[in-house]
């Protein structure tokens, strides 16, 4: 029963840190609608990928190229500027949010 208890317990304290993820994310997102759309559903001045379909580690995989310059096309320079203050654990909530 202990260790039922105790499992159970591991389960809500996952589910708040998403929660908490989810809503970081929602808030960093913001600055990137305007170009991205609300729903991740637009091609960034008409060039990039649509990003909800990216999945997280692929909105993972990008956000870190581009903050470290080793990822982007005709977008490289503006996304770095965007990504540049962001650390891992936000760009991880940010991915979370848009593949939700």
Known sequence: MMKKSIMVVIALLG???VSVMADE???LYKKCAACHGAAGEKAALGKSKIIKDMGVSGVITALKGYKDGSYGGA????MKG???A????QITSIATYIAK
């Open 82 to 84: 965007q990504v540049a």
């Open 25 to 27: 994310g929602a808030d």
């Open 15 to 17: 589910l708040g840190c």
């Open 75 to 78: 977008s490289k320079a503006i």
């Open 86 to 89: 962001l650390t891992d654990a």
